[in-house]
């Protein structure tokens, strides 16, 4: 992926509310390009440089390496969640309908 895509996730990234989340695929929706995979190498590359426990897959789980880390984060921001994982359909975030974007 290129600079500019590898800019973009990162931007969307950081707009994602706290307590919120979004997943691979819906940022590579709202992106137009990149697909989940596309998502997931920018963050793995570069996640630590934003809110990266608000990047989830559609499952709501994250790897196995980041759970621990990620479930102090959800727990401080309140995200919503279910058998140790985010609740995605109630802290999925609406990027697209949020009048403040």
Known sequence: MNEEFTEDVLRLVQEIPPGRVLTYGAIARILGQG???????????EGDSVAWWRVVRADGTLPAHLVIDAQEHWHLEGTPLRRGAVDVAAACWDAEADPSR
């Open 35 to 45: 697909g989940p995979r596309g998502v997931g190498g920018v963050m793995k590359r």
